[in-house]
């Protein structure tokens, strides 16, 4: 589908990567990863033709569709959600505009007897048939399933985009994605704002997507769940192999085990070599032995072990003062938005030392809770701060508060003090960001790097409890472990929230769960939690509900004799061969659908291909009225 080929990218006379080759093809869900800054969404935007390479080349298959999922997203104002999503189907909408054209024509004209009445009657069959072919009568039922899929209620769909935060515009993104035929997606950071039960739905639409995904993430559960295939961009080379990511580092590591003792075993010949040569050389009657072993040694290819970008920040969170024992004291907090509640009348208790975890679904308070005890928003209740706090804030969007329009340098001198303003490159240099990259404009920072940036200036202000939301988001693998460790050594006060269970690991030893406008306490890790919910990992918490449904429902079942196991298997084998059957159909009808789309008037002139056509839709009806008795068959049963 793709073939990419000796492809070169530099900025500044530095190489992002150098003659990379590698093919893409359908089935193909590939993790693009890499550190922060190493050229992961620059590939994205070349593969999408958005950016030219400097040199190689990409061959595509004739008429391949790609979409692009981008970090940043512009909408046009004053259109609502469902608007906005119905422009994945320019054409179909281009359809439905001429049949409401013609329809207007044949209702307002009077010419009844003339050819262009005539005529116009032949153009509404053409356009509605094509219509039905490019899907027109199943697009508002599709994008309902993609909407309500990633979140969406019923009720938002009116509602104009303006409204909606950057997260959830970035979901109205995804489902235009979602919806188009697109035979490539490019996704950067899909998951980012997106909660569990999202995720989940997007793992399961990924990996039955029949094309290629290009996933660039940095959450390391969904890659192990989605993707087939690992690249990773790393000081200017890419290294290719076709397992999930945590696989591939396992694999990686084993290979330069490899190399290394291969290299130090072909090191220890080379050197054993030229002590023979210098040994030689010294009598003339081995003199062309030693030429002999100087020409075999440099006939040796030298073993290169690939190298590995080990470069990370490096974080410490010091402590300002000591504060009280109480840190922070709500009372009875409620938060509404108009008529709907989010917090009802919660009280909180926070110990000087505390590391707590805020855990449950977007949606039920976690970030509203944190934006009442840093004072950004109004609420009804009370809230303290104890003596001496001194907060350090990190928002989920943080890095949106950031100027783009001047430079690293200056944003952190612009935020320093006196005390602190000398020290703002060394802040930097630790940050990995040194040299001329200090002058390099915000704007043009990745995502993950802009967050590293919000890290840093947090620390130009004296902290002793840090209030931290998401802030994984966009940080690479290293980096979030980078950051972990610095949360682990932090000797303050530490709230938390997060879904990201790896991270949540180790940091936290009380738990807050919210649901249902309340929230709930677990004096212990997040694994702890985890026991006493009696649940595997954080995905199950969101799906606890319809687990305990599946298991009502299992054990309500009554136990079966073997002549009805029997039957049941028989209807079983039945019943998945028809839907094999229908699948193998759907797949050929939708590729005549494609090829009637492109060329409708030659194909509809080709009467045995239009027999052929409507015979599989016949063929497609009966399976599903089998299907139905067969099923029907089971349930009875």
Sequence with gaps: MLNIHNLSVSFGGTYLFEEVTFRLGAGDRVGLVGKNGAGKSTMLKILSRELAPDSGTIATEKEVKIGFLKQDIDFVKGRTVLDEAYQAFEEIKRAE??????????????????????????DLSDVTHHYEILGGYNYVGDTEKIL??????????????????????????????????????????????????????????????????????????????????????????IYDFPKPYSQYLELRDEIREKQLATQKNQEKMIEHTEKLIEKFRAKASKAS??????????????????????????????????????VVEAENVTKKYGDKTILRDIDLLVERGSKIAFVGQNGQGKSTLIKAITGDIDYTGTIKLGHNVQLGYFAQNQAEYLDGEITLLDTMTNAANDSNRSKVRDMLGAFLFRGDDVEKKVKVLSGGERNRLALCKLLLQPINVLVMDEPTNHLDIKSKNVLKAALNKFEG??????????????????????????????????????????????????????????????????????EEQKKNKTLQNRLSKIESQIQSLENDIQHDDKRLASDYEKLMADAAFFTAYENKKKELDNLMAEWEQVQEELEQA
């Design 97 to 122: 505009s001429r049949i409401e054209d013609i329809n207007h024509q044949l209702a307002t004209r009077t010419d009844y007897e003339s050819e262009e009445y005539s005529k116009l009657i032949e």
């Design 148 to 237: 309500l899929g990633l979140g969406f209620k019923r009720e938002d769909f009116t509602k104009l985009t303006d409204t909606f935060s950057g997260g959830w515009r970035m979901r109205i993104e995804l489902a235009k994605l979602l919806l188009q035929s697109n035979d490539v997606l490019l996704l950067d950071e899909p998951t980012n704002h997106l909660d569990i039960e999202s995720i989940i739905w997007l793992e399961n639409f990924l990996k039955s997507y029949p094309g290629v995904v290009i996933i660039v993430s940095h959450d390391k559960m969904f890659l192990d769940n989605v993707t087939n295939r690992t690249i990773e961009i790393s000081l200017g080379k």
């Design 289 to 326: 032995m030693a030429q002999s072993l100087i020409k075999k040694l440099d006939k040796v290819e030298r073993i290169e072990v690939d190298e590995d970008d080990n470069s990370v920040m490096n974080i410490s969170f010091p402590v300002s003062v000591t504060p009280g024992r109480v």
């Design 493 to 562: 006060t530490l709230l938390l929230v997060s879904h990201d269970r790896d991270f949540l690991q180790g940091l936290s030893n009380i738990v807050y769960e919210f649901k249902d406008h309340k929230i709930r306490e677990y004096l212990g890790d997040i694994n702890f939690y985890l026991e006493q919910r009696n649940m595997q990992n954080m995905r199950e918490v969101e799906k606890r509900e319809v687990v305990k449904e599946d298991k009502a429902q299992k054990q309500a079942k009554p136990q079966l004799t073997y």
